[in-house]
Nanobody, 125 residues
């Protein structure tokens, strides 16, 4: 099983990077995919999720309207388009895959089975 994030780096405030999560080694269609963010000294925060069954999406309140998640089941990819980035969006972004994640726990890291290694996004001028 492998989840590989890409697309991070140094971004200026207001920038619009696109992260990607490439999955392999499991039945991608059966898994919800989520993006989490972690900054030093804080818990891993769920920022967006897309369900496996119907593609329904979820966004943390501070990301709604700025981030867009999608999934390509043919390519086993989940991109995360991030717009209007702020310095407080800085962190390590992880993608995660979970099977049977309860709706109420879609932002709970412990409910996900597989994790990528993370990609650093730094928002700074």
């Amino acid at each position: 099983v492998q989840l590989v994030e890409s697309g991070g780096g140094l971004v200026q405030p207001g920038g619009s990077p696109r992260l990607s999560c490439a999955a392999s080694g499991f039945i991608f269609d059966d898994y919800a995919i989520a993006w989490f963010r972690q900054v030093p000294g804080k818990e891993r925060e769920g920022i967006s999720c897309i369900r496996s069954t119907d593609g329904e999406t979820y966004y943390a309140p501070s990301m709604k309207g700025r981030f867009t998640i999608a999934r390509d089941n043919a390519e086993n990819m989940v991109p995360l388009q991030m717009d209007s980035l702020k310095p407080e969006d800085t962190g390590v972004y992880y993608c995660a895959a979970g099977n049977g994640v309860p709706e109420i726990q879609k932002d709970v890291p412990g409910r996900y089975d597989y994790w990528g290694q993370g990609t650093q996004v730094t928002v700074s001028s």
